[in-house]
């Protein structure tokens, strides 16, 4: 039967989320579905590393022996539907974990399975080029992993046939809550906007608390009450229209700016938002405050799903090992850098002797000395430090032979040395991304519902052609203040950043529509990049949203390859807003006080 209404929580935004948020949202009680989202690139390739050991792992097992161990008879009390990609790069074992639970506990709940997104078996007939740096795919002995970023329909298609539980491997990760809506409204591929909207409200939901207060600008006013933040739920009808809210009496917040933060989370092109089931824009999205602590989108916008699957593959790429330590007291930066220095020079020659080649990559940042920042001068006046200190090299032995060398550095260092005693760093397998596209009709999905197997109908979709959009007319150029006041972005705008891949992206939404014009003026690609010409590789593009009254930062090679191919301290970007809202602004003062 279709819906005019449903409530979906949020229960999961990573591999490692608390396992709290499903009791605490099933407590908030009138909820039709949980989503849970677990998976990144990274930890499909530790779930395949698993399953290389043992044929039965390979899938999220805390989302079975603790989520649904903890809650299951209270879900089907409720008869709350599960939709979650816990599969990992196992769906099916992840399944039968399920079920065996199930008869265990005597419930009446059926579970299904959605199939077709690992491709490692066809690996050696696959031959693509990356699809961002042209490089030739990895032989296949490298592999971890090869998955395709499924969509909703065959989420929805599970429902149709009366699942209670879906288990999907790689999906897209906003499809988790997309497929909850098409079974629910039964929405079709042509129905664009509406899948765009779906989608939207599953991009705000598969982070998590990064919704309600959790990564916020303005942390300070929910920093009493992050112990009990609540996860988000939202609220959608047929129409499209959603509604942000998280379960009464739990800490965190719902508001404009939580919420704004989190819709450019992790997006580039907001008018060119790809997943699997269609082409989102973003750009015009209204977020309306409606109540304390509920915040309304509409306006979402959607094109025709493109034609292919992206496909991720994750491969050994050499080794890497990395580690910290402390210095305090004058020149503390200076002691650290001097520090490590002697250690890779004393490395290199430990590699020459046992005929080792040098490392591939080495990284030193100084936290506490502006390596984070791009600001030199905090070197001069730091009197404590965190270094973090890093090598890539293609043979394992050459990292044991580093971290040999930190190690007999302790009494041969700079005075200030210190740290937190524990276990010696160790070598790690350093894996990187390989993306390409897959044309959909390529990968045949099916779908298997208690034992029995259903076909999922072939996916298609149309070429897009980014040069085809419409772009909105920039915000236009601001009159020059009577009365000028330079402050901090921060205390003219939010801002978030978030990864894809080695791509950084960094939403800034003005706090008052006033201040749009002067951000984008002063807000400039040139500027952006010389703010961080200390990580960036690439380039930077711009990108306006006047729904939200925002602006999308997208740099390009500017994560040192990103995830754990990377040797910095950041490799996801996370703090890239914190520095972009220190750059200074010049605005009126009476934008000021109002904003006060």
Known sequence: MRRSQIRIGGASGYWGDSPTATAQLLAAQNLDFLVFDYLAEVTMSILARARSKDARAGYAKDFVDVVLRQNLPEIAHQRVRVVANAGGVNPQACADAVRAMIAEMELDLSVAVVHGD??????????????????????????????????????????????????????????????ACIHAFGWKPEDHDLLAAGTLAGHILECGTQATGGNFTDWASVASSLDTIGYPICTLNAGGEAEISKPEGTGGLVSIGTVAEQMLYEIGDPQAYIVADVVCDFSEVKVHAVAENVVRLTGARGSAATDNYKVSATYLDGWRAGTTTTFYGSHAAAKAQAFCDAVFSRARMDLRAANLADFTETSVEVLGGGSQMGDAAMAQAAQEVVVKYAARHPDKAGLDIFLRAASGMGLSAPPGLSGFFGTRARPSPLV???????????????????????????????????????????????????????????????????????????????????????????????????????????????????????????????????????????????????????????VPQNLIERLS
Not at 118 to 125: E, F, K, Q, S, V
Not at 168 to 175: E, F, K, L, M, N
Not at 466 to 494: D, G, H, K
Request: overall charge negative; aromatic content about 6%; proline content about 9%.
């Open 118 to 179: 690992d491709l490692m078996d066809r690996a050696t007939d696959l031959n693509p080029t990356e699809m961002f740096t042209a490089e030739p795919f990895p032989a296949a002995d490298r592999l971890f992993s090869v998955n395709a970023y499924l969509g909703a329909f065959p989420i929805a298609q599970a429902l149709d046939a009366g699942a209670d539980i879906v288990i999907t491997g790689r999906c897209v990760d906003s499809a988790v809550t997309l497929g």
């Open 432 to 586: 990187r991304l390989f993306s390409f596209l897959m044309a959909k009709d390529k990968v045949p999905l099916k779908i298997e519902l208690d034992g029995e197997r259903m076909a999922a109908p072939v996916a298609s979709g149309t070429p897009f052609e980014p040069a085809n959009l419409s772009r909105p007319s920039p915000p236009p150029e601001p009159a020059a203040p009577s009365e000028p006041v330079t402050v901090a972005l921060e205390q003219l705008a939010w801002g978030r950043s978030g990864d894809k891949g080695d791509t950084a992206n960094i939403g800034i939404i003005a706090r008052h529509p006033d201040a749009l014009p002067y951000l984008w003026a002063q807000l400039t690609e040139a500027g952006v990049a010389a703010r961080f010409a200390h990580v960036l590789d690439g380039d930077v593009a711009r990108y306006s949203l006047p729904g939200p009254g925002a602006i999308n930062f997208v740099l390009t090679r500017t994560l040192g390859g990103g995830g754990v191919a990377s040797l910095r301290n950041d490799a996801l970007g996370k703090g890239f807003a914190q520095v972009l809202l220190q750059t200074p602004i010049t």
